[in-house]
């Protein structure tokens, strides 16, 4: 009998799981995703006329005949819904006319369609049933969205969450406003975050999602080596995403809100290879691709592009079946398949260069390192890992092997780094920032043509070949899926120096922020590997380089010197491993929002004797982690 129970309890599940959506789900219309390449309504004689409705319907964030949601979307009246929703795009000096009308059985209230820039704090409710018509001027060019929600503002301690975030979170699509004129060819992202309620059988769940789907179902963009490559992206969800791109650095156009925008002259323009969008924010980036191969645009966030962002499903042996899937989503994806242990917040890109064979760097007068990844033993609480740095008969690790150490280069030096892997689990190494061929750059699956990279097999290694190209504050980290390789310490500072710079451990400062826990909510905070701090010590009147960085799975930290009445100062240098424009390269409090895959660079001068606070936050749960500069 017990034998008998456990064999039928699996088909039970299925069958109460299945009948109990169908109870809950009404019968409603496919919403489709909208790749935002055709905009919506007629523009003509400088009007642009537009009948949206709000509706309800079944979404499917993978492949058309995977797992399903019961959402609210936008559509254009007489087509089918999608997500996001129709993309508005007209140029600047049209006059806009939106009708739209609530296909709802509850109100739903509707912001954004109005003059830009504007201070609409406030929507506009439509009752179920009913239409509103919006007319007004499109105003300033940039990069917004209009949206609306179903739910009431959520209230997070003191925190109201303006953006919607259950099932009216997919209830936004572009608005773009171009210059008159000419207008250069881009493309336009939208990001959205939605967090799908429990019931009493199944937990909760987060659905991520770009134009609509999530990886590996998200669109496969091509490029050429020399293209000018411009995206508009629009993270239109409650949730900040540390957007970060593989192989290239990508300069900031504009930065803005669904609201405002602002556009920087070429002078004033920020160049990253992570930017943090925070919920309700967009950007407008441009970069040109300069080596052929497989690259990713991605959240920096872990838990955003692991596999557990797949969208569950009812039905036995599932998992065996979501692997297939993964692996051959659509035919753009075959050559990345080896990174079908990623989901969500993923774009895969491929470059390719007419006529040129895969490129393997040059190892001529190469110098040679190697990096030993080894476990520790294990605590209580967590598994650790160590990292070595060999070269020649000098061995160099972190004192409490918690950490690695930093690998110092010098710009225009090759570089070959031999990743051994004395771990239990498959490994690979990410050369965070740095501008390397696709072969070399840590993700499984990358490389150029048939020249595929591997994973690192417990007890193998892997050679990484490059030449830096640009000084800076760098990062090398595991890309393993395994989320406790990054927690437990395989990751450290790649410093490169200018041509004749030494590296003085005195005077560059490198702070790295870890977590020794993967959720978001963490109190397991680290600097340089420790959860413990022991006084820093400076001397008066010498100038410092402090290089912070965050390589923490998933945290959003407020990084502080000093009080909240009386914050240090220090002036920003660098961000990324690139210098900051001079409308940034400023002295200013020492408090930094730091997520993620980013790296800042400060110097950093105290010229008075005493004790500075260092204080470390989670945003999201104002979990803390304290220490204290001596200044002597």
Not at 307 to 326: G, L, T
Not at 505 to 531: C, K, Y
Request: charged share 20%; hydrophobic share 40%; aromatic share 8%.
């Amino acid at each position: 009998m017990p034998t008998t129970s456990r064999i039928f309890w699996p088909f039970a599940v299925v069958f109460l799981l299945s009948a109990l959506a169908l109870a809950q789900t009404p019968a409603a219309d496919q919403i489709v995703a909208n790749q935002n390449r055709v905009p919506a309504g007629r523009l003509e004689n400088g009007a642009l006329n537009v009948q949206l409705e709000i509706r309800s319907g079944t979404w499917h964030p993978e492949a058309e005949d995977g797992p399903q949601l019961f959402v609210q979307a936008f559509g254009e009246a007489g087509s089918a819904a999608q997500i996001p929703g129709p993309m508005l795009r007209m140029p600047e000096g049209t006059t806009v006319h939106v009708t739209v009308t609530n296909k709802l059985k509850m109100k739903a209230t509707v912001y954004g369609l109005n003059t830009r820039p504007c201070n609409a704090a406030a929507g506009l409710e439509i009752i179920a049933g009913e239409s509103h018509e919006f007319t007004f001027a499109a105003g300033t060019p940039g990069t917004y969205y209009y949206w609306a929600r179903t739910t009431e503002p959520l209230k997070v301690g003191s925190r109201t969450l303006v953006q919607p975030l259950r099932a009216d979170a997919q209830l936004n699509g572009a608005f773009i406003v171009d210059p008159a004129g000419p207008v250069a060819t881009d493309r336009v992202f939208v990001i959205n975050t939605m967090f799908v309620s429990a019931d009493p059988i199944h937990p909760g769940f987060e659905v991520l999602s770009i134009n609509g789907k999530l990886y590996p179902y998200t669109e496969a963009l091509h490029y050429a080596v020399g293209d000018q490559v411009r995206w508009r992206v629009i993270n239109a969800g409650v949730a900040e995403h540390p957007m970060h791109l593989h192989g290239a650095f990508y300069d900031l156009l504009s930065l803005g809100t669904f609201d405002r925008d602002t556009e920087y002259a070429v002078g004033d323009r920020q160049s990253v290879v992570t930017e943090n969008l925070r919920g309700g924010t967009t950007m407008m980036m441009q970069w040109i691709p300069e080596r052929a191969g497989r690259w990713l645009f991605h959240c920096h966030f872990q838990a955003h592009i692991s596999n557990d962002e797949r969208v569950p499903i009812f039905r036995a042996a599932d998992q065996p079946e979501r692997k297939s899937e993964a692996a051959g989503a659509d035919a753009h994806h075959d050559a990345m398949s080896g990174m079908n242990d990623m989901a969500g917040l993923v774009l895969m890109i491929n470059v390719t260069a007419a006529g040129s064979a895969p490129a393997r760097a040059s190892v001529h007068g190469s110098r040679k390192i190697d990096l030993v990844l080894e476990p520790n033993a294990g605590d209580a609480k967590s598994r650790t890992f160590s990292c070595s740095v060999r070269e020649g008969k000098k061995i160099v690790a972190s004192g409490d092997k918690a950490a690695g150490p930093p690998i110092v280069m010098t710009r225009g030096e090759p570089m070959e780094i031999t990743v051994v892997n004395h771990l239990d689990q498959p490994t690979t190494v990410h050369w965070h920032g740095l501008e390397l061929d696709s072969y070399y750059d840590g993700v499984v699956g990358g490389g150029d043509g048939n020249q595929i990279t591997p994973a690192i097999l417990p007890g193998g290694s892997f050679v990484a070949r490059f030449t830096p190209n640009r000084a800076g504050t760098f990062i090398y980290h595991t890309h393993a899926a395994d989320p406790n390789q990054l927690s437990g310490g395989v990751y450290g500072g790649l410093i490169v120096l200018e041509p004749g710079e030494s590296y003085d451990a005195e005077r560059d400062r490198l702070l790295i922020i870890g977590a020794r826990e993967n959720d978001f909510r963490t109190s397991r905070i680290t600097l340089n590997g420790s959860e413990t701090l022991s006084p820093i010590v400076f001397t008066r009147g010498k100038r410092y380089r402090l290089r912070v960085i965050n390589i923490a799975p998933n945290l959003g930290a407020n990084f502080q010197l000093g009080s909240q009445e009386h914050p240090a100062t220090w002036l920003a240098l660098a961000k990324d491993g690139a210098t900051f424009p001079a409308r940034m390269a400023k002295p200013q409090d020492a408090v930094l929002h730091i997520v993620s895959g980013e790296t800042y660079d400060f110097e950093f001068h105290p010229e008075t004797p005493g004790e500075i606070p260092l204080q470390i936050e989670n945003s999201l749960n104002q979990a803390k982690l304290t220490g204290k500069i001596v200044v002597q």
